[in-house]
């Protein structure tokens, strides 16, 4: 870019920074450091020395501005990046989040940004695989940062690091963290920072054959200590007793609870390894391993946990369904009622799997985390299995817009274990089509999920190039957008996934939908900021026109008095507002919402003489342009029924403003008593 008159500034600017990639960068979430410093942390030797090998100890700063740290998934490495620029770095530098949505890591789409320390996560195979090229160029943009006064810390996980073909220059520093912290003194943290330091004792009576702390990693970790406060909670609600879970002198003193513990923090492998092992055609004992049908039951008892017996029966029949496709032969239906009734009874097979039945035939399997341990032991080892077990939860969701809970959780807890891109896929194939709300769902809880988010946000993004998932896509956006607690740059994922939903879909109930979510989005702050930013982006041809416009269609939904709010910021929002409704007027597939939409000003502000004259001031010019006359005619038309302050037909006041005298005996507005 070139600079005129540079003398203008020179002298009173050290630093000027001209960038044109502004709407290119990446976004991140604003973070506070004294949140993040209060947070559960722990530092143990291991750490100590990867931490001690980055910090200046006459400065307690780092000695890098951009430092990498690389380990293997689920060590915990963000947690040692946030704390390390919570800690380390000035009161008056900024904490920010970066979200990588990209296709690949590339060092121009990096902010600069004076006094920030941003923090960014690789650990997306498919997505962040780093190149000698970002690593290369990352020591040059150390150089930028300082001069800014700013920081970047990147982990990475193991995988994506090949230690020798990726050679940072002497300005980026790399620190390796081998093992997570301990996994006890992670679980008494996180019990501590949920004020439920009373739990921490029965840490000690957990049942050692069924439970281990040892050996989990920092994600596991956490995971158990947010199961121990379950466990405590389902012991409460089960039993009515109270334990003093914020009393820190307090010891384990309720056995049911300690069990209960031990049962949800269990695998329960050994058991399992057991009862899925070689199949048993007669059940010979608590050893032998369970027959097809009675695992379509424990299967049933996992998802449904305490229901009634008919209910359960009928989910169980629909798996053993799903998986065998039934023999609709006399014959086959007659041996399988044989075998059915020689076997032992559905209350027997119910007792044997685990479950217990009332005298009123009511199933209690008060289990959860046993019930975890059966659907994902089935997961891991059967993968055979995963399609039908899917198809199978699918089918229990029902065809009612709403998803049981209990399904959503069972799907939930499959997909989000490992978070491969695979089992999305397989997961949209197997909802293809349902009605329910289980797709969206789950993929709700997939992109707020801090270790797999970033895939499903991948996964949606080839979704929303698809008619068949448009829908869903649309839902779960729309869900994301609604949230207050979602961050700018999930917000602005999901703007791009709708873009993307708009320009490859021609179904008019997929536009519907999305300008429903925009209009919805128009009716928060943040949203119009999002809103004007896609109007802005079409306008500046950086996006394409029907995502642009149906941002536009939703501004106009704004309800504002005296005038409508696109006529009172027409001068200070970032695109032109005449040339979004010439544009839109004269496109047939556009014009007729807008003139209803403009119909809806006109009618709003009639009462008032003030504003109404200044609508039709700030409209007549547009409807004056080029290939307006249809649109002019057809808003006339439409505003026949409008009363003005004075008693005036308002679509008669349109007419004299806009047809010439001389062709007033050639056009007739229908019902206003214009002549013909």
């Known amino acids: 870019m070139a600079i005129q008159q540079a003398d203008v500034v020179a002298g009173y600017v050290n630093t000027l920074h001209i960038e044109k990639r502004t709407r290119d960068v990446l976004d991140g979430v604003a973070l506070d450091r004294d949140d993040i410093r209060q947070q559960p942390f722990v530092r143990d030797s291991e750490w100590g020395s990867a931490w001690n090998k980055v910090i200046d100890p006459a400065t307690s700063r780092p000695h890098r501005r951009v430092l990498l740290v690389v380990a293997p ?36 789409r990096l902010p600069l940004v004076e006094r920030r320390a941003f923090q960014l996560d690789l650990k997306d195979p498919d997505r962040d695989r780093p190149s000698a090229d970002f690593i290369s160029a990352l020591d040059s943009h150390a150089q930028d940062l300082e001069t800014c006064d700013s920081y970047l810390v990147i982990t990475l996980t193991e995988e994506l690091y090949d230690h020798g073909f990726l050679l940072p220059g002497s300005n980026v520093q790399v620190v390796h963290l081998h093992a997570p912290p301990p996994a006890r003194q992670v679980v008494e943290a996180h019990l501590r920072g ?152 559905l209350r027997r097979r119910v007792i044997d799997v685990g479950g217990s039945v009332n005298s009123h035939d009511a199933v209690v399997f008060d289990r959860p985390g046993y019930g975890k341990a059966v659907l994902t032991y089935v997961w891991d080892n059967y993968e055979a299995m995963r399609r039908p077990l899917l ?25 989000l274990r490992h978070g491969a891109t695979d089992q999305f896929s397989l997961l949209g194939q197997v909802t293809r089509g349902a009605k329910s709300d289980l797709l969206p769902s789950v ?24 008619q068949e998932f448009a829908g869903s896509v649309v839902a779960i956006c729309d869900h994301v957008l609604s949230d ?36 919805e989005l128009a009716k928060q702050p943040s949203g119009i900021d999002r809103l004007t930013e896609e109007v802005a982006a079409w306008q500046d041809s950086k996006a394409g026109s029907r995502a642009g416009s149906l941002a536009f269609l939703a501004l106009m939904s704004i309800q504002q008095e005296p005038l409508p709010y696109l006529l009172t910021q027409k001068n200070v929002t970032d695109f032109n507002v005449d040339r979004a409704l010439r544009d839109l007027l004269g496109d047939m597939s556009t014009a007729p919402v807008v003139i209803a939409r403009l119909t809806a000003w006109i009618a709003a502000c009639a009462s008032d003489e003030s504003a109404y004259d200044e609508v039709v001031a700030q409209l007549v010019p547009v409807l004056r342009g080029q290939r307006m006359f249809q649109a002019a005619m057809d808003l006339m038309q439409a505003l026949k029924e409008v009363r003005t302050a004075s008693g005036e037909n308002a679509a008669a006041d349109f007419y004299q403003h806009l047809v010439d005298k001389r062709v007033h005996p050639l056009i007739n507005i229908e019902g206003t008593g214009m002549p013909a």
């Open 484 to 519: 207050p607690r979602a961050s700018t740059s999930m917000a602005k994922m999901a703007m791009v996934r709708l873009r993307r939903v708009v320009h490859t879909s021609n179904a008019q109930d997929t536009t519907d939908a999305v300008l429903a979510v925009f209009t």
């Open 391 to 415: 198809q199978w939860l699918v089918k229990d969701a029902g065809s009612s817009a709403t998803a049981e809970q209990h399904t959503v959780d069972g799907v939930s807890t499959l997909i």
């Open 73 to 108: 998934g689920s060590y915990g490495s963000t947690t040692f990046a946030l704390q390390l620029l919570a800690r380390h770095t000035s009161d008056q530098i900024d904490l920010v989040k970066l979200d990588a949505d990209w296709r690949a890591p590339k060092v121009g």
């Open 194 to 345: 949920r004020n439920c330091v009373g739990l921490i004792p029965y840490l000690d009576d957990l049942d050692p054959s069924r439970v281990s702390l040892e050996g989990l990693d920092a994600v596991e970790a956490v995971r158990a200590a947010g199961t121990v406060i379950t466990a405590w909670q389902e012991h409460e609600r089960a039993t009515g007793t109270t334990v003093a879970v914020t009393d820190p002198h307090a010891v384990a003193s309720d056995s049911d609870l300690t069990d209960r513990m031990s049962d949800a923090l269990s695998d329960w492998r050994d058991k399992l390894d057991k009862l899925f092992g070689e199949t048993a055609t007669v059940h010979g004992g608590k050893d032998a391993s369970l027959t097809f049908e009675d695992r379509c039951l424990l299967l049933s008892l996992a998802i449904r946990q305490s229901a009634p017996l008919p209910d359960v029966a009928q989910t169980a029949r629909v798996l053993h369904e799903t998986v065998t496709p039934t023999d609709h032969g006399r014959a086959a239906l007659g041996a399988g009622a044989q075998a059915a009734f020689a076997g032992r009874g």
């Open 443 to 466: 993929m709700v809880r997939a992109v707020h999920d801090e270790h797999i988010g970033r895939r499903a946000w991948g996964t949606l993004y080839r979704w929303a190039g698809t």
